[in-house]
């Protein structure tokens, strides 16, 4: 794995993008656009798994960071959960849940393995900016 130096370089942040892009076009369609609980959840819960991996990226430690992609795997599985719901109130179609769930489970795997990384490679800390000089 070659180091990364912002969360942009995430493969699971990309894949949560891809996510978060392919439940708002889902949610912006006649039916699902007025269903505004069930539109609003899943948006925030796709939206936690791309914040939670950026967050915990730019936490302190690979604990904080964990603690981070922890809650980024439980919001791709909400959003599976809600996928769900969608489906069988007929606002997406079996090939658009199956393409958006996917998604959220090839996303929730890269978190899993993102983790035993970090679990099995641990730094004390991860971050650091030696390059600028702050003056007080």
């Known amino acids: 794995m070659s ?28 039916g699902f656009n007025r ?13 936690s798994v791309m914040s ?6 730019e936490s302190r430690t690979d604990v904080q960071f964990i603690n981070f992609l922890g809650m980024a795997r439980a919001s791709a599985g909400e959003v599976r959960a809600q996928l769900y719901i969608a489906l069988d109130q ?14 959220a489970q090839t996303g929730a795997r890269q978190i ?7 679990e099995t490679n641990p730094r004390p800390r991860r971050i ?9």
């Open 112 to 118: 899993s393995n993102f983790i035993k990384y970090l």
């Open 3 to 30: 180091a990364i130096t912002r969360f942009e370089d995430i493969e699971s942040w990309k894949t949560a993008r891809q996510l978060t892009n392919s439940v708002y076009a889902h949610t912006n369609q006649t």
């Open 52 to 57: 939670n991996i950026a967050e915990g990226f």
């Open 128 to 136: 650091s900016d030696d390059a600028y000089k702050y003056e007080a």
């Open 90 to 103: 007929k606002y997406i179609t079996e090939e658009q849940f199956k393409e958006t769930y996917a998604l």
């Open 35 to 47: 269903d505004f609980g069930l539109r609003d959840q899943i948006r925030r819960a796709s939206v």
